[in-house]
T-cell receptor, first 116, second 112 residues
Framework: AQTVTQSQPEMSVQEAETVTLSCTYD???????LFWYKQPPSRQMILVIR??????QNATENRFSVNFQKAAKSFSLKISDSQLGDTAMYFC?????????????FGKGTKLSVIP | DTAVSQTPKYLVTQMGNDKSIKCEQN?????MYWYKQDSKKFLKIMFS???????INETVPNRFSPKSPDKAHLNLHINSLELGDSAVYFC???????????FGPGTRLTVT
């Protein structure tokens, strides 16, 4: 069964600093997608970044970047120049639909607080 | 021009009642989902529809019945509501059976 583990329930970072959120996953598929979603207090689930497993290059979206280590099954999210608006729950998610699951499997989330 | 919308956003009801949550997407996607987020923020898939056909039906009580009248809509009807049904319910959609999913704003259901 596919699993996604986020080992940091809560983290905090000073405004303008850099923070890294960890995620490990397990899948027997070779072709899969990984995502980070952000859920601010407004409750909306917002897609932050995606990574296709077949791509070796790490995805980047403005201040957000990932460190994708396929062999280690690790997918961490780095937030640079943290802003107050980055305060949110962050969820790592795996789509390995090749296994026939056709769903996203989410980790339990990391609550990030950006401190002024 | 909301991409995925849900109504209502808040729903407070008593045990034993029947209620529905509606979801609509205007992204042209062909796959739609219902997720449940519990009080600990854990998100779990409930149902998935592709081109109006049910493709995922996780272990959910049969009091929950999804209905997809067309590819742009996926509604969730819940019979005989129980206290444990209190949660936030998210609708989502995607193009095809995999890839990123776009979420609605969620419906907070409170059963008293």
């Amino acid at each position: 069964a596919q699993t996604v583990t986020q080992s940091q329930p809560e983290m905090s970072v000073q405004e303008a600093e850099t923070v890294t959120l960890s995620c490990t996953y397990d899948t027997s598929e070779n072709n899969y997608y990984l995502f980070w979603y952000k859920q601010p207090p407004s409750r909306q689930m917002i897609l932050v970044i995606r990574q296709e497993a077949y791509k070796q290059q790490n995805a980047t979206e403005n201040r957000f970047s990932v460190n994708f280590q396929k062999a280690a099954k690790s997918f961490s999210l780095k937030i640079s120049d943290s802003q107050l608006g980055d305060t949110a729950m962050y969820f790592c998610a795996l789509d390995d639909s090749g296994a026939g699951s056709y769903q996203l499997t989410f980790g339990k989330g990391t609550k990030l607080s950006v401190i002024p | 021009d909301t991409a995925v919308s849900q109504t209502p956003k808040y729903l407070v009801t008593q045990m034993g009642n029947d209620k529905s949550i509606k979801c609509e997407q205007n992204l042209g996607h062909d796959t739609m989902y219902w997720y449940k987020q519990d009080s600990k923020k854990f998100l779990k898939i409930m149902f998935s529809y592709n081109n109006k056909e049910l493709i995922i039906n996780e272990t959910v009580p049969n009091r929950f019945s999804p209905k997809s009248p067309d590819k742009a809509h996926l509604n969730l009807h819940i019979n005989s509501l129980e206290l444990g049904d209190s949660a936030v319910y998210f609708c989502a959609s995607s193009l095809g059976l995999r890839g990123e999913q776009y979420f609605g704003p969620g419906t907070r259901l409170t059963v008293t």
